[in-house]
């Protein structure tokens, strides 16, 4: 059961969207924060309705603060895109708290979300190898370990949490540093599971650094990597993206597994590893079925062996699997 006036300072970065928003901050209300930290980018030159979306946000959220919280505005009256004005937020965060929790709009957390990041960011509070603590779960279903929660190289910001002192080496450009690319060749091979694999997250990062892709999360992951920082995540899936629409930046496909996942909720006290250690199985299931997509190369490849029959059709069947 969800404690009210939760200890645990909450930042709820926020932009356009207000169906959005009626939900996912209606679990923070829920949640009854003493410390709330809410910023909000500002509205698009070029988008005409974006001054009248934003102020609509902004109200909401004033106005439905009803419970004793000290909070902090950060509204910013023009545009600076996902990359600053997420990552800009996060530092303002972090100079103000020594630990908390980050939740964008578009993501709806269960109501163990909030009292798991609390209870782990006091756990691992002094443990400077753990740098990262998740809210989603991307296994479809396959637990890993006997706890409830398990250690990833991975680190997923759909509903997260960390501490000041580990954000404090984040920078927006951090991919200028040739010395971290030189961190970064080493470590790689140490954390991913192929080829295939080194390949895509090198290029995640360099479409980052030539301005490909306006975000701040690469550059957070690029960080835990050359850190050789450990990522938790949970064994049930905490938090739901309600994003995957044409109205969002990133994620516009609302046919992706990913997609409005069903929220599961987490029984406490909670049941740790013996062991801290990644479990190198649950990353190499991620990497295939997220980032190298090999279940929709699976499919394709089923769809066009259908009519193959007999001893033909199980030898090209084991070649996919």
Avoid at 4 to 13: Q, R, W
Avoid at 174 to 182: A, H, L, R
Avoid at 249 to 258: E, G, P
Wanted: hydrophobic residues 35%; proline residues 3%; charged residues 30%.
């Amino acid at each position: 059961m969800l404690e009210n006036n939760m200890k645990t300072p909450i930042l709820y970065l926020v932009f356009n969207r207000l169906d959005l928003v009626e939900k996912s901050f209606a679990k923070i209300k829920n949640a009854r924060p003493k410390v709330l930290f809410v910023a909000a980018d500002g509205p698009r030159a070029d988008a005409i309705e974006d001054e009248r979306k934003c102020y609509d946000v902004r109200n909401y959220i004033k106005q439905n603060i009803d419970w004793e919280c000290e909070v902090s505005y950060l509204f910013r009256e023009k545009n600076l895109g996902c990359g600053l004005a997420v990552s800009q937020a996060i530092s303002w965060f972090f100079e103000n708290v020594e630990e908390g929790i980050i939740l964008e709009d578009d993501c709806l957390p269960g109501n163990s979300f909030f009292p798991f990041c609390e209870e782990l960011l006091i756990k691992y509070r002094d443990n400077k190898k753990v740098y990262h603590i998740g809210g989603s779960n991307w296994q479809k279903g396959n637990k890993r370990g006997d706890a409830d929660y398990y250690f990833s190289n991975i680190p997923g910001i759909w509903g997260w949490a960390t501490w000041s002192d580990r954000w404090a080496d984040y920078k927006f450009d951090i991919f200028k540093n040739k010395e971290n690319w030189q961190k970064l060749d080493k470590r790689l091979p140490e954390i991913t599971n192929s080829e295939e694999e080194k390949v895509f997250q090198l290029k995640c990062f360099n479409s980052c650094k030539n301005n490909q892709i306006d975000t701040w999360d690469y550059q957070w992951r690029f960080l835990v990597f050359i850190k050789k920082g450990l990522c938790i995540v949970p064994n049930k899936n905490l938090v739901s993206n309600l994003g995957h629409r044409e109205d969002s930046a990133h994620t516009k496909d609302s046919s992706h597994w990913r997609a409005n996942l069903n929220i599961e909720e987490m029984g406490f006290p909670l049941k740790h590893p013996k062991r801290i250690a990644v479990n190198r199985k649950a990353d190499k299931f991620l990497a295939d079925h997220l980032f190298l997509n090999k279940t929709k190369k699976k499919n394709i490849a089923y769809k066009y062996l259908k009519k193959v029959k007999g001893k033909s059709f199980k030898l090209f069947k084991k070649i996919i699997d």
